[in-house]
Nanobody, 125 residues
Framework: QAQLVESGGGLVQPGGSLRLSCTAS????????INWFRQAPGKEREGVAC????????YYADSAKGRFTISRDNAKNTVYLQMNRLKPEDTAVYYC??????????????????WGQGTQVTVSS
């Protein structure tokens, strides 16, 4: 069964770091761009970062630039989101999702083939 599984969320103090993982099983991530989205209570889902399939080009939301780093390890069929200097406003459920090859930046969430179940990130003192 093809699925994505996120892990690595948790409770962290402001200024701290977390590394999220998104691991695929039942299919290979080689041909997919991988997106990280997040959704906070009462807010719209927003794109955080994306990495393309072939040349691993990366794209970030303004809120993530300079603090978050997306990377991929195709041998492990896993994509990571390293989050540094976390802020309370980063609190959300984080999801990974695939789309073919390139990062579209689309808000049409039906174009994303696979979604993980989400992992909670809470930034609080």
């Amino acid at each position: 069964q093809a699925q994505l599984v996120e892990s690595g969320g948790g409770l962290v103090q402001p200024g701290g770091s977390l590394r999220l993982s998104c691991t695929a099983s039942g299919f290979t991530l080689d041909y997919y761009a991988i997106n990280w989205f997040r959704q906070a209570p009462g807010k719209e889902r927003e794109g955080v970062a994306c990495i393309t399939s072939r040349d691993a080009s990366t794209y970030y939301a303004d809120s993530a630039k300079g603090r978050f780093t997306i990377s991929r390890d195709n041998a492990k069929n896993t994509v990571y989101l390293q989050m540094n200097r976390l802020k309370p406003e980063d609190t959300a459920v984080y999801y990974c999702a695939t789309e073919p090859y390139l990062c579209s930046g689309s808000y049409d969430y039906t174009r994303y083939d696979y979604w993980g179940q989400g992992t909670q990130v809470t930034v609080s003192s």
